[in-house]
Nanobody
Framework: QVQLVESGGGLVQAGGSLRLSCAAS????????MGWFRQAPGKGRDFVAG????????YYADSVKGRVTISGNNAKTTVWLQMDSLKPEDTAVYYC?????????????WGQGTQVTVSS
């Protein structure tokens, strides 16, 4: 069973930055894509950003576009999420995911989540 280990969450003031990391527990791990989702209190889990390994293409939710950058390592086992100009509405638990199925809901490994809190 592959484990995804997240780190980098914390408390930051509005306008500040955070960098989240997610690493797979095994070097033999393979996926089609990795990405980040978030879940605010009382809300569903929403897509934030993703990277497709075959093309290197990255994609973002409209709510974070221009403020967030996703990147990955050459081994395709680690992704980072650089978040700048953070807003209070970015407060959520951020989850890392690695997709091995045809869609995120069809087959993906998930991390345990890391809390991001943005104070106003």
């Amino acid at each position: 069973q592959v484990q995804l280990v997240e780190s980098g969450g914390g408390l930051v003031q509005a306008g500040g930055s955070l960098r989240l990391s997610c690493a797979a527990s095994t070097r033999t791990f393979r996926s089609y894509a990795m990405g980040w989702f978030r879940q605010a209190p009382g809300k569903g889990r929403d897509f934030v950003a993703g990277i497709t390994w075959s093309s290197g293409a990255t994609y973002y939710a409209d709510s974070v576009k221009g403020r967030v950058t996703i990147s990955g390592n050459n081994a395709k086992t680690t992704v980072w999420l650089q978040m700048d100009s953070l807003k209070p509405e970015d407060t959520a638990v951020y989850y890392c995911a690695a997709r091995y199925g045809s869609s995120w809901s069809d087959g993906a490994y998930w991390g345990q989540g890391t809390q991001v809190t943005v104070s106003s």
